[in-house]
């Protein structure tokens, strides 16, 4: 069965301050997908990344880099140089290559920025 | 363009009725999938569609629950005989499945879903 942990309930930082997110899985398939997804206030998920399991590099986007290690089934997400419009819930997901591809959540880490 | 619809955006209803949720998905996109978001049991995944192939409801939790998209387009989610515990917020996303690969799944808004 696939399995997404988000150990990290809330976290809570000032502005500025870089801030990652911790994402641990577990998963039988030997290809997946990881993706995270963030909630703001207003309630609507938005896409923020997907990585197949055979692409290893890192990646960033502006203030955000996600780190993904496959020898820990860590995929890790840090802000850099945090701001208030960071603040929701993030949400770290796995599904299968094929197939419904339905997604697997993670519990979400609420960050909050504070001015 | 426009992104995935759904309605309505809050729903009260008695124990006991029945009730229908809507989802447009983003036109072209020929994958649905009905999520459910509770404070007790996180984001899970309640049924999926793709195309003319029967549905995966591998996610329903009982048969009070069902599901129809028509026309490749439009899904409605129904609950007969709602329960408390059915309160929760009801999410459609849809994706595009292409011959040999497949794309992130997009969000809607959700259908806030109160059982007094």
């Known amino acids: ?115 | 363009g426009a992104g995935v619809s759904q309605s309505p955006s809050n729903k009260v209803t008695e124990k006991g009725k029945d009730v229908e949720l809507r989802c447009d998905p983003i036109s072209g996109h020929t994958a649905l999938y009905w999520y459910r978001q509770s404070l007790g049991q996180g984001l899970e995944f309640l049924i999926y569609f793709q195309g003319n192939s029967a549905p995966d409801k591998s996610g329903l939790p009982s048969d009070r629950f069902s599901a129809e998209r028509t026309g490749g387009s439009v899904s409605t989610l129904t609950i007969q005989r709602t329960q408390q515990e059915d309160s929760a917020v009801y999410l459609c996303a849809s994706s595009l499945v292409a011959l040999r690969d497949s794309y992130e799944q997009y969000f809607g808004p959700g259908t806030r879903l109160t059982v007094t």
């Not at chain 1, 692409?55 to 993904?68: C, K, L, P, T, V």
């Open chain 1, 1 to 115: 069965a696939q399995k997404v942990t988000q150990a990290q309930t809330e976290i809570s930082v000032v502005e500025k301050e870089d801030v990652t997110l911790d994402c641990v899985y577990e998963t039988r398939d030997t290809t997946y997908y990881l993706f995270w997804y963030k909630q703001p206030p207003s309630g609507e998920l938005v896409f923020l990344i997907r990585r197949n399991s055979f692409d290893e590099q890192n990646e960033i986007s502006g203030r955000y880099s996600w780190n993904f290690q496959k020898s820990t089934s860590s995929f890790n997400f840090t802000i850099t140089a945090s701001q208030v419009v960071d603040s929701a819930v993030y949400f770290c997901a796995l599904s299968e290559v094929k197939g419904a591809q339905k997604l697997v959540f993670g519990q979400g880490t609420r960050l909050t920025i504070n001015p």
